[in-house]
Structures are given as C-alpha cells and as structure tokens.
C-alpha cells in the first residue's frame, strides 16, 4: 500500500516518530507540497495524509488509484468531502487528540492577560528591578481569577477541558452548548450565548465553525461584553470578526484578548489584530506539544488500519 504525506512536516518536524504509519505501507514523505505537484507526488497512491494541503475535486479526479484521504487534524475543510464521497473514498480525521495541550494554552493566554507575567520578567531582564526603590513593583493590575466566571462557548471535549482548569482555578463557570444530553457537571452552569457574554469576565471559544458561528464575536456581542472582560480564541480565526474585535481592544471597550487563531494562516500584512491594544497572537500552537503530537500520529494510523481492516472509524462526510 502506497501512502503519501502532503505536509507532514507540521505534525512531525523530526521530534516523533512516524513508525506507526510505515508499518503500515510503502511512505512518502513530503515536508510541504503545492497544489500544483499533488496529482505528481500521489499517482499511484491508495492513502493520502494530509493536514492543512487541500485535496480537492480536481486532484481526487485525477488519481484513479486513491482509497482513502486521512486528515491529521479535527477540521477536515481541506478536502472535497461530497467529491471522495461520489468516488467512494473513506475520508477520516483525528479528534480529540489535543484536548489537553488547548486546554492549557487557554489559560497560558488568560494568565499572561492577568499577570503580564513576560512584561514583567522583561523588565526586570532590562534592570528596572535593580534601580527600584522599593523591593517589589507592578505596572498594571494583576487579576486574580479565583471567584471570576469564566464563559466557555462550546462544551465538547476541549471546551469541557478548559471547564475543569477553570474550576481548579475557583472560578465560576457557564457553558453554551448546542444540545446537553447529560446534565452539566458541578459547578457549571448552562447559559445562552448572550449570557456568556454579558455575565463573563472571560471568555474561551471552542464551538466549531459553522455557517450559524462565523463571526460569533462580532459588534454586537462585544457590546455585550464588560469592559474589564477578555476573549480567547484557540477555535477558529472566522469565529471572530476580526475588525470589531480590534476596534473594541483599541477603544478600551474590553480588557484584553490572546488569540491562537487567525482567518487567514500565515498572517496577511495588515491584519488589524497583530498589534492592537493589549491583545496576544500565538501561531496556532495550541494543538502542537509533543505529547498531542504523538497521539495524532498513533490516531492516524490507528484510523488507516481501522480501515484496512474494513471498519473505518472517524470517518467525515
């Protein structure tokens, strides 16, 4: 079995190893490929893996031999699911795999929003520490989140995740979610989206994005927003209107924003986010410890020989 990897230097720059896919079948590596050398470096191919190199119409009617399209990631947008479905192409993806490392970005961006914990340790690297007066000193407020609600939009895996840190933290937790089949767990209480926005001094984004989500975070719910409120966003970057986000930071209308997620990665120049008013921007890290890592190559493989086996799971579309 020929399978070919399209950009497998984002799951793997050469720190894990890809040894459960080679048992697999005959690998070929591709760190990045255009879209203009796909249908080159897959001719013969029964498996493609792919994470962000789209696999569209075009290039599934052009490789007669392709079987099966694994995405390593949740989102599976890159590839022509209706198209693989009309040519009887299992297409799968990876869930849940980096729960725990999003989780724990969440509130490496609420704590840096809080402590300005960089800020400071620069200043002291600066000698401002040394020259001072008095034996300790800070510069803009530090906000304790013990006893503040956090407002979490989506309540799956990642957005339950970054529930039970909350709650270690003593906050006070609310929760959209789209259908609550079970009852809440303690110390989570279920609100309306306006809800969290209007009750929340933060809030984290983990809904996915639909065509009801797109621009979730938009003039009108941050005029929900108290002043003294931040957002996180480790979900999708079109969840955010990213204009009125900027004003509002810009404006002082919200305390403050950390942002793992933009819509369009890389950056284009002059996206109005990078540089605004007390707002962080992190390259899309939250799914990247090693740990998540070597789970999504393991789910990979697992997912391909789930399907060798002829009971393909994750299965999308």
Request: glycine share 8%; proline share 6%; net charge negative.
């Amino acid at each position: 079995m020929k399978i070919v990897l399209l950009d497998a230097y984002t799951a793997n720059p050469g720190d894990v190893s890809w040894s459960p896919l080679e048992s697999l079948g005959e690998c070929a590596f591709h760190d990045r490929t255009p879209v203009a050398e796909t249908v080159a470096r897959c001719a013969g191919a029964e498996v493609i893996i792919t994470n962000k190199a789209p696999v569209t119409r075009e290039i599934i009617a052009a490789l007669p031999d392709l079987k099966y399209i694994g995405v390593t990631a949740t989102g599976y947008n890159i590839v022509d699911v209706v198209a693989a479905k009309e040519r009887g192409i299992v297409v799968t993806n990876v869930p849940g795999y980096s729960s725990p490392a999003v989780a724990q970005l969440v509130f490496a961006l609420l704590l840096e929003l809080t402590n300005n914990v960089g800020h400071h340790a620069r200043s002291v690297s600066e000698g401002r520490w040394q020259s001072c007066p008095d034996f300790s000193y800070w510069d803009s407020p530090i906000i304790e989140l013990s006893g503040r609600t956090l407002g979490i939009i989506g309540y799956g895996d990642i957005g339950s995740a970054v529930g039970r840190i909350a709650t270690a933290f003593g906050m006070k937790v609310l929760a959209s979610k789209r259908d609550w089949k079970t009852p809440p767990p303690e110390g989570v209480t279920p609100a309306s989206i306006d809800e969290v926005f209007a009750q929340s001094d933060a809030i984290s984004l983990h809904c996915p994005l639909t065509d009801a989500t797109k621009f979730l975070v938009c003039e009108r719910t941050i005029s929900l927003m108290k002043k003294s409120a931040y957002l996180i966003n480790t979900g999708r970057g079109p969840l955010v209107d990213e204009a009125a986000l900027a004003q509002a930071l810009n404006e002082g209308r919200i305390a403050g924003a950390g942002l793992d997620v933009i819509s369009v990665e890389p950056p284009k120049d002059g996206n109005p986010l990078i540089g605004a008013k007390n707002c962080l921007v992190t390259p899309h890290i939250g799914w990247a410890s090693r740990e998540a890592r070597v789970r999504l190559i393991e789910a990979t493989a697992a997912n391909l020989r789930a399907f060798v086996d002829g009971k393909p799971v994750n299965v999308v579309g």
